[in-house]
């Protein structure tokens, strides 16, 4: 059974930092890119980052360029999204995704993890 578990959400204040965690375990998703998302109270869920298990190919939203970074760790079959300079706009629930890169729309999801900044 595919599972994506994601930590590291919480609360922090502008300017602060929060690492995101995606545990992922059932499969091997050297085939699968990585993704993550985000869903602010009233708001669409939106595109964040992503990064392709093998060869570690990133591509950013506008809204994350120069402040978050998305890298994986192997061997601890783990996502990570490093967010520096928060913003209370950056407050809303994150979700780990994944999906084939062969295709377009991402198959698996996490539970998501709350990530508040505060003024």
């Known amino acids: 059974q595919v599972q994506l578990v994601e930590s590291g959400g919480g609360l922090v204040q502008a300017g602060g930092s929060l690492r995101l965690s995606c545990a992922v375990s059932?499969?091997?998703?050297?085939?699968?890119?990585m993704g993550w998302f985000r869903q602010a109270p009233g708001k669409e869920r939106e595109f964040v980052s992503r990064i392709t298990w093998s060869g570690g190919s990133t591509r950013y939203a506008d809204s994350a360029k120069g402040r978050f970074t998305i890298y994986r760790d192997n061997a601890k079959n783990t996502v990570y999204l490093q967010m520096n300079s928060l913003k209370p706009e950056d407050t809303a629930v994150y979700f780990c995704?994944?999906?084939?890169?062969?295709?377009?729309?991402?198959?698996?999801w996490g539970q998501g993890t709350q990530v508040t900044v505060t003024v």
């Open positions: 995704a994944a999906r084939l890169i062969s295709r377009d729309e991402y198959t698996y």
């Open positions: 059932g499969r091997t998703f050297s085939a699968y890119v």
